[in-house]
């Protein structure tokens, strides 16, 4: 009996905090986010010396109490699934854990207080948050579509690094150390910086070939930014239509998610949902 009642006690907890199908699982993501958003500006405002100094208690005490709350939250993770080593190591079990340790860290270890850093991870879990009905599909099509992507933006990337590198040497050669391109390196630099239309002016072509030639690459590099958006874009468009709709069902057995509508077991581990 006793152990039903356990066993029925994790399962209720697996729904609240993995899934976000029932009222009390949105409830608690809503509160999540909230949490979430409301630690990292606790994070920035301790960062202002002012703010911190006025505020010092103030500030600490509220971080004491999400702390206590992501840990119970972490904690409850674990124990509410039957392989915990699954979620322990998963990424976001990671994230989880550098985003609650480091308060624990800085009373713990001298020196450690630039570990409270690690708490701006905490932004990370926000994508947990997608997980709600109403973004599911919209993040799941685009999770597909850089993932189709992905190959054809890596080829993309290598053809920019190589014109990078034919540029940057050809500005090596026509203009002189008193430009600023004194390595090949250094105007390989110069060109990427040109490329991505950021410019920050610390080397500038004085020679009007070098000038003409760095026209070029601004002008290309309009360009050359909206590659990858259309590639995604594409992708995108494609995979909306025919992307397979899913739910927020996390398995209890090994924590895999994505399942599809009206799935009775695990893809991955075939357990029953």
């Known amino acids: 009996m006793k152990s039903n009642t356990l066993k029925q006690f994790k399962i209720k907890v ?8 029932t009222p ?77 340790i480091p308060l624990y860290l800085s009373y713990i270890l001298a020196g450690s207080q630039v570990l409270l850093a690690l708490r701006a991870f905490r932004l990370l879990r926000i994508f947990r948050i997608l997980k709600l009905v109403s973004f599911l599909g919209e993040a799941s099509v685009l999770k597909q579509a850089l993932k189709d992507s992905r190959n054809k933006i890596l ?5 920019v690094l190589i014109l990078c590198v034919i540029m940057g040497t050809f500005m090596y050669l026509i203009e002189d150390n008193e430009s600023g391109f004194t390595s ?6 110069w060109t990427i910086v040109t490329l991505t239309t950021v410019g920050y002016g610390d080397i500038a072509p004085q020679t009007p ?30 995979n909306k239509n ?26 991955n581990c075939g357990a029953k949902l």
């Not at 697996?14 to 199908?21: K, N, P, T």
């Not at 080829?155 to 053809?159: G, H, L, R, T």
């Not at 070098?210 to 290309?220: C, H, P």
């Open 14 to 21: 697996h729904e609240i905090i993995y899934e976000a199908d």
């Open 184 to 189: 090949i390196p250094r105007s390989i630099y």
């Open 155 to 159: 080829v993309f990337i290598y053809v």
């Open 24 to 100: 009390m699982g949105k409830a608690f993501d809503v509160l999540l986010a909230i949490l979430i958003l409301f630690s990292v500006l606790i994070v920035m405002l301790e960062s202002v010396a002012s703010i911190d100094l006025k505020y010092h208690k103030l500030l600490l005490g509220f971080e004491w109490g999400i702390t206590l709350f992501f840990t119970a939250e972490y904690l409850a993770r674990v124990i509410s699934i039957e392989k915990p080593k699954k979620y322990i190591f998963s990424f976001y079990g990671i994230i989880d854990l550098l985003a609650t």
């Open 242 to 267: 025919t992307t397979v709709a899913t739910n927020t069902q996390s398995c209890q057995n090994c924590s895999s998610e994505g399942h599809k509508d009206g799935a009775v077991f695990c893809f």
């Open 209 to 238: 070939l070098g000038q003409f030639v760095a026209s070029m690459i601004m002008i290309l590099g309009y360009g050359i930014i909206a590659v990858p958006t259309g590639i995604v874009t594409v992708a995108f468009n494609k």
